[in-house]
């Protein structure tokens, strides 16, 4: 049974900084990219980053390039995003997303297979 379950989200202020870690269980986690997206009450879910299977390629959206970071584990079959000088406009749900087919780190949604249910950041003016 495929899991992917975020923890970490919380209250925090606008200039302050999250982890949130993402536990990967029931598919070949190390051979998968991985991808975190969030939504906003009210809007699409978005693009937030991602990282190949090895760690060693990234890529993120614009809105948070130079203030997150995307990380990975695969002896622990988790992943992480650090999220420094958090802004309000970073208020949503974020979800762990698997990709275990596509060959590129991707950004469209459909090319994940497998989610986690989200953790709330809520950042606060």
């Known amino acids: 049974q495929v899991q992917l379950v975020e923890s970490g989200g919380g209250l925090v202020q606008a200039g302050g900084s999250l982890r949130l870690s993402c536990a990967a269980s029931g598919f070949t986690f190390i051979t998968s990219r991985m991808g975190w997206f969030r939504q906003a009450q009210g809007k699409e879910r978005e693009f937030v980053a991602a990282?190949?299977?090895?760690?060693?390629?990234?890529l993120y959206a614009d809105s948070v390039k130079g203030r997150f970071t995307v990380s990975r584990n695969n002896a622990e079959n988790t992943v992480w995003l650090q999220m420094n000088n958090l802004k309000p406009e970073d208020t949503a749900t974020y979800y762990c997303?698997?990709?275990?087919?596509?060959?590129?780190?991707?950004?469209?949604?459909?090319?994940?297979?497998?989610w986690g249910q989200g953790t709330q950041v809520t950042v606060s003016s």
């Open positions: 990282v190949s299977w090895t760690g060693g390629s990234t």
């Open positions: 997303a698997a990709d275990v087919a596509t060959g590129v780190l991707a950004v469209r949604e459909e090319s994940y297979e497998y």
